[in-house]
C-alpha cells in the first residue's frame, strides 16, 4: 500500500508493540479529510486477525474483537480513537501531506518530525488500540474500536457515527495528552465561518506596485491547550498590521490568506497589497515599525514573531477600498484566547475562540474560528457576538456555522470506571493520579449523549505542542502507561 513501506526509526524502542504501530501510522498520510488510505489498512489489519470490521461513508473505522483471558461474558468496552492528524509544516519545509510519510526523530526520550507536526495526536492512542487488538494474552472483555475520522476538522466523523451499531456502556478514549491524569470531564465546541465579499474591482491606475505583507516565525499549537499561553495569532497581527497600512495610506487588498486549520493557532499569514509607487517605502517602515513593537510584546510568549514586507506580482483585481477595510476591522474584532475561566474546575478555562484560517474565495474571503466552552449557552453567546459583528460590518458579511455543534462531556465523580482506573493506576504506576477536567474539546460528548448510560474516561500520554511542528511524544510515557492499560482492561468484570 501506498506511504506504508517499513520503517526502523523506533525499531529500538520500548514498547515495540505500541510504537510499532504508531511507526506504521507514521508512513501512511492521513491529514483530517484524508483518512480513507488509514481506514483501509486499519480494516485490513483487523480482517488478518480474523476480526469484524467495517468502515463507513466517512471512514470512521469499527472493529469488534471477542473477549479473552476469562473476560468472554464481560460486558463490552468501548475503545475510542482518531484517525485524522493535524498537518502543519516549518516555515521552508516542503511536505506533501497528501502523499508523504511523516519523517520520524528521536531524541532523548522523545518522538518528533522533521519540520511537520507529529500525528502522536492521536496516533498514539489508535496505537494502544491496535495493540489490545492484536494481542492474544491479555485479558479483556468483549471489544468495540471505534477509530473516528476527521476529529481535527469539526469532529465530522462522530457527528454521523452510527452509536446505535454499540453495545458497550463503558469506554477508554486515548485521546488525552498526559500520563499523570485521568481525564473525567471535557468541553464542546462549535466552528463557525465569517465570509467577508470583496467587491472585486479593478487595479485602480494610481496604484502601480504590490507588496506582500507575511506574519512569520510564531509558535502556533494547539486551541484548546495552548490557549492560555496567550501566544500571538497570526491573522490577528495581520489583520493589525493592515489597520495600520491603512491609517496611513491608500491601499487595496488582493488575497489573504493564514492558518492551517480551525483548531490550531495559526503559525503564519500574509496578504498581498496593491500600493501606490510613492508608497512601497514608507509601507515598508511601517511594518518594521510595528514589528518592534510586537516583538516586545510578545518577547515571552512568542519571540521569534516576524512582521515583513516584500514586491509582490500586481494582480488583476482587488478588494473595494471599504471592502479592504472591512475585512482587516472584522478579522482585528473577531473575539480570540481565553473568554471566561471555569469557577467549578479552578484553573481551567470555561470558554475560548480560536481565530484560525483565513482562505481566499471566489466572492472575497473566508475566516474560520472554532469556539470551544464547558457550558453550552455561553458558546452559543459567543457566537451570537460573533453574529453581531458580522450585522455591524454590513457590505454582506456574514456568519455561517461550520460542521457540528459538539456537546460538552460532563463529569461523573461516581463513575465506577473512573474508580477502577483510579485503583489500578495507584497500584501500576504507585503514585495516584490527578482526576482532571478539561477545557478541550473531544468527541466524547458525542458518545457521552448518544449511548444512553455510557461511563466515559479518558487515558492519555505525554505530549507537547501538539497541532505544530514542535509537537512530540514521550516514549517513556509510553512505556509508562502501556502496563496501565493493560490493567484496567483487565479489571474490567
Given at each position: 500500500?501506498?506511504?506504508?513501506?517499513?520503517?526502523?526509526?523506533?525499531?529500538s524502542?520500548e514498547?515495540?508493540e505500541?510504537?510499532?504501530?504508531?511507526?506504521?501510522?507514521?508512513?501512511i498520510?492521513?491529514?483530517?479529510?484524508?483518512?480513507?488510505?488509514?481506514?483501509?489498512?486499519?480494516?485490513?489489519?483487523?480482517?488478518?486477525?480474523?476480526?469484524?470490521?467495517?468502515?463507513?461513508?466517512?471512514?470512521?473505522?469499527?472493529?469488534?474483537?471477542?473477549?479473552?483471558?476469562?473476560?468472554?461474558?464481560?460486558?463490552?468496552?468501548?475503545?475510542?480513537g482518531?484517525?485524522?492528524?493535524v498537518?502543519?509544516?516549518?516555515e521552508?519545509?516542503?511536505?506533501?501531506?497528501a502523499?508523504?510519510?511523516?519523517?520520524?526523530?528521536?531524541?532523548?526520550?522523545?518522538?518528533?518530525?522533521a519540520g511537520?507536526?507529529l500525528?502522536?495526536d492521536?496516533g498514539?492512542?489508535?496505537?494502544?488500540?491496535?495493540?489490545?487488538?492484536?494481542?492474544?494474552?491479555?485479558?479483556?472483555?468483549p471489544?468495540?474500536?471505534?477509530?473516528?475520522?476527521?476529529?481535527?476538522?469539526?469532529?465530522?466523523g462522530?457527528?454521523?457515527f452510527?452509536?446505535?451499531?454499540l453495545?458497550g456502556?463503558?469506554m477508554?478514549?486515548?485521546?488525552?495528552?498526559?500520563?499523570?491524569?485521568?481525564?473525567a470531564?471535557?468541553?464542546?465546541?462549535?466552528?463557525?465561518?465569517?465570509?467577508?465579499?470583496?467587491?472585486?474591482?479593478?487595479?485602480?491606475?494610481?496604484?502601480?506596485?504590490?507588496v506582500?505583507?507575511?506574519?512569520?516565525?510564531?509558535?502556533?499549537?494547539?486551541?484548546?491547550?495552548?490557549?492560555?499561553?496567550?501566544?500571538?495569532?497570526?491573522l490577528?497581527?495581520?489583520a493589525?498590521?493592515l489597520?495600520?497600512?491603512q491609517?496611513?495610506?491608500?491601499?487595496?487588498?488582493?488575497?489573504?490568506h493564514?492558518?492551517a486549520?480551525?483548531?490550531?493557532?495559526?503559525?503564519?499569514?500574509?496578504?498581498?497589497?496593491?500600493?501606490?509607487?510613492?508608497?512601497?517605502?514608507?509601507?515598508?517602515?511601517?511594518?518594521?515599525e510595528l514589528?518592534g513593537?510586537?516583538?516586545?510584546?510578545?518577547?515571552?510568549a512568542?519571540?521569534?514573531?516576524?512582521?515583513?514586507?516584500e514586491p509582490?506580482?500586481?494582480?488583476?483585481?482587488?478588494?473595494?477600498?471599504?471592502?479592504?477595510?472591512?475585512?482587516?476591522r472584522?478579522?482585528?474584532l473577531v473575539p480570540?484566547g481565553v473568554?471566561?475561566w471555569?469557577?467549578?474546575?479552578?484553573?481551567v478555562?470555561?470558554?475560548?475562540?480560536?481565530l484560525?484560517?483565513?482562505?481566499?474565495?471566489?466572492?472575497?474571503?473566508e475566516?474560520?474560528?472554532?469556539?470551544?466552552?464547558?457550558?453550552t449557552?455561553?458558546?452559543?453567546?459567543?457566537?451570537?457576538?460573533?453574529?453581531?459583528?458580522?450585522a455591524?460590518?454590513?457590505?454582506?458579511?456574514?456568519v455561517?456555522?461550520?460542521?457540528?455543534d459538539a456537546?460538552?462531556?460532563?463529569?461523573?465523580?461516581?463513575s465506577?470506571l473512573?474508580?477502577?482506573?483510579?485503583?489500578?493506576?495507584?497500584?501500576?504506576v504507585?503514585?495516584?493520579?490527578?482526576?482532571?477536567v478539561?477545557?478541550?474539546?473531544?468527541?466524547?460528548?458525542f458518545f457521552?449523549?448518544?449511548v444512553?448510560?455510557?461511563?466515559v474516561?479518558?487515558?492519555?500520554t505525554?505530549l507537547?505542542?501538539?497541532?505544530?511542528?514542535a509537537?512530540?511524544?514521550?516514549?517513556?510515557s509510553?512505556?509508562?502507561?502501556?502496563?496501565l492499560?493493560?490493567?484496567?482492561?483487565?479489571?474490567?468484570?
Open positions: 500500500m501506498k506511504g506504508t513501506a517499513t520503517m526502523t526509526v523506533l525499531s524502542l514498547p515495540a505500541i510504537l510499532g504501530h504508531f511507526e506504521t501510522l507514521a508512513g498520510p492521513r491529514g483530517s479529510g484524508n483518512e480513507q488510505q488509514v481506514a483501509d489498512w486499519v480494516v485490513a489489519f483487523a480482517r488478518e486477525r480474523g476480526l469484524e470490521a467495517e468502515q463507513d461513508a466517512k471512514h470512521c473505522v469499527l472493529v469488534r474483537k471477542p473477549g479473552q483471558g476469562g473476560l468472554e461474558d464481560a460486558p463490552p468496552l468501548i475503545l475510542h482518531h484517525l485524522d492528524m498537518c502543519e509544516r516549518s521552508g519545509v516542503v511536505k506533501d501531506f502523499t508523504e510519510p511523516i519523517d520520524l526523530v528521536v531524541d532523548g526520550d522523545y518522538i518528533s518530525a511537520t507536526s500525528g502522536a492521536n498514539i492512542g489508535v496505537s494502544y488500540i491496535l495493540a489490545l487488538l492484536d494481542d492474544r494474552e491479555i485479558a479483556h472483555p471489544l468495540e474500536a471505534v477509530l473516528t475520522a476527521m476529529e481535527e476538522k469539526g469532529k465530522a462522530a457527528g454521523q452510527d452509536f446505535s451499531r453495545t456502556t463503558r477508554i478514549d486515548f485521546n488525552w495528552i498526559t500520563d499523570h491524569e485521568i481525564l470531564g471535557c468541553s464542546g465546541d462549535i466552528t463557525f465561518a465569517v465570509e467577508v465579499p470583496a467587491e472585486w474591482e479593478d487595479v485602480p491606475g494610481s496604484h502601480g506596485a504590490a506582500l505583507v507575511k506574519v512569520r516565525g510564531l509558535k502556533g499549537g494547539h486551541c484548546e491547550f495552548d490557549i492560555h499561553l496567550e501566544r500571538a495569532n497570526a490577528l497581527l495581520l493589525r498590521t489597520n495600520a497600512v491609517e496611513r495610506y491608500d491601499v487595496r487588498l488582493a488575497r489573504a493564514g492558518g486549520q480551525n483548531n490550531a493557532i495559526p503559525a503564519d499569514a500574509e496578504a498581498v497589497l496593491v500600493v501606490r509607487d510613492e508608497d512601497v517605502e514608507g509601507i515598508g517602515a511601517l511594518v518594521a514589528a513593537e510586537v516583538r516586545a510584546e510578545y518577547s515571552e512568542d519571540p521569534a514573531v516576524r512582521l515583513e514586507v509582490a506580482e500586481t494582480p488583476q483585481r482587488v478588494f473595494s477600498a471599504a471592502a479592504t477595510q472591512r475585512f482587516s472584522v478579522t482585528s480570540n473568554l471566561s471555569n469557577l467549578v474546575a479552578r484553573g478555562v470555561e470558554s475560548s475562540n480560536n484560525g484560517t483565513v482562505r481566499a474565495t471566489d466572492e472575497g474571503v475566516l474560520t474560528a472554532t469556539i470551544t466552552s464547558a457550558v449557552s455561553r458558546k452559543h453567546e459567543v457566537l451570537d457576538r460573533v453574529r453581531s459583528l458580522a455591524l460590518a454590513g457590505g454582506g458579511v456574514r455561517e456555522t461550520q460542521g457540528l456537546p460538552e462531556f460532563p463529569y461523573r465523580p461516581d465506577p473512573l474508580a477502577t482506573a483510579v485503583g489500578a493506576y495507584r497500584d501500576v504507585g503514585e495516584e493520579p490527578e482526576v482532571h478539561s477545557q478541550c474539546s473531544l468527541e466524547l460528548g457521552s449523549r448518544r444512553p448510560g455510557l461511563d474516561i479518558s487515558i492519555g505525554e507537547h505542542d501538539l497541532h505544530s511542528p509537537e512530540r511524544v514521550s516514549h517513556v509510553v512505556a509508562k502507561v502501556w502496563p492499560v493493560r490493567e484496567v482492561v483487565s479489571r474490567l468484570r
